[in-house]
């Protein structure tokens, strides 16, 4: 079978042996993939400094059905993005974007799954390192809704009674979204959601920008996000790069 040719992401890529590379590829239409540069490391390398972190290019892929780690043999790099290593939080918040993609997006995803990792890492390169838990906050519910698994926003997740804007609010990650008065106060491990919290998911999950954030907010959507996506994640692993940037003051 002759290679694919397919838009890739660089989303991970660490040492092998003398001369090699492991990459993690985001890829249009083959979901995340992990791949062998052979050689990459060679000043005469046909690769050139094309696979560095984040950048995005035409992939040429030797793919062989049922193999856990392809082969690489092309990468003409389109987009560089060097903004984003530039910046200690627009690079903590394209590595935890990089992190959920590399757990969640299997090759059923592809291609709204890629467009939208894309836009992500286009919107963390031009904000401002302020504006970077915000940008991501609304790449990751965009994310989350491509994948399938936008949570319950217009109607009670557990009783489906129609929410009423002016109703108070609980989000549930467990029941999938959030939690009429009545529910809430029934159920426990649920969190206050204020009415500016709700209309920000709203429109972050159909890839809307939303509002700028404060610290303290940006902080409690990152937990009750995290929560959320680790309610839809097959394996118990932590998350290392989300922690460092949920963690993380920069500024
Ligand atoms: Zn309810």
Not at 24 to 49: E, I
Request: aromatic letters at 6%.
């Amino acid at each position: 079978m002759p290679p694919v040719a397919t838009d890739a992401l660089v989303l991970h890529v660490f040492d092998y042996l003398e001369t090699s590379r492991i990459v993690r590829l985001a890829t249009r239409d083959f979901g995340v993939l992990s791949v062998l540069a052979r050689g990459v490391r060679r000043s005469s390398s046909r690769f050139g400094s094309a696979l560095d972190l984040f950048a995005e290019g035409a992939a040429r892929i030797d793919l062989k059905a049922g193999r856990d780690l392809q082969t690489l043999s092309g990468f003409d790099v389109t987009t560089a993005r060097p903004e984003l290593a530039l910046d200690m939080s627009r690079f903590t918040a394209a590595s935890a974007v990089s992190e959920c993609v590399q757990r969640m997006v299997s090759e059923d995803h592809a291609p709204e799954a890629f467009d939208v990792v894309r836009d992500a890492l286009d919107a963390l390169a031009r904000s401002a390192p302020e504006h970077t838990v915000s940008a991501a906050l609304a790449s990751l519910w965009h994310l989350v809704a491509t994948l399938g698994f936008a949570p319950a926003l217009d109607v009670c997740a557990l009783c489906h009674r129609e929410i009423d804007d002016t109703d108070a609010l609980a989000f549930s990650h467990v029941a999938g979204g959030v939690l009429c008065a009545t529910c809430a106060a029934r159920g426990a491990g649920a969190r206050r959601l204020p009415q500016a919290a709700h209309r920000a998911l709203a429109q972050w999950t159909v890839g809307e920008a939303g509002p700028a954030l404060s610290v303290a907010e940006g902080r409690a959507h990152q937990r009750l996000l995290r929560e959320f996506v680790g309610q839809h994640l097959t394996d118990a692993r932590q998350m290392k790069a989300w922690a460092v940037w949920e963690q993380g003051n920069w500024g």
